[in-house]
């Protein structure tokens, strides 16, 4: 996930991304990464404003590395276990949990 820009850019780890360029950068959707802003368990972020999300390529590694796994037998740790799944109520133009 690093490039070799970290050692010309001493910023580039702490510098603010969008989300297209965090989603591309990790290798999600960017549905992915506003789907576990909702429910949780996704990587640190940065709310600029009401509408504008940004992210560290620090806390993307940070997130990434913390779910290091060396076999199956570890996803008993998995972060992700009894959520419920999600869908887009366009009546009320927000996320709601599936029943």
């Not at 965090?22 to 802003?37: E, H, I, M, P, T």
């Amino acid at each position: 996930m690093q490039d070799d820009k970290t050692n010309a850019d001493p910023d580039h780890l702490d510098r603010l991304i969008r989300e297209p360029e965090a989603a591309d950068y990790l290798g999600y959707s960017v549905r992915a990464l506003q789907n576990w802003r909702l429910r949780g368990g996704g990587p640190r972020f940065v709310r600029v404003s009401r509408r504008s999300i940004r992210y560290r390529r620090r806390d993307l590694n940070a997130w990434a590395n913390g779910r290091m796994a060396s076999s199956t037998a570890d996803s008993e740790d998995e972060p992700h276990r009894g959520v419920k799944a999600l869908r887009r109520d366009p009546r009320r133009s927000a996320w709601v949990e599936e029943s």
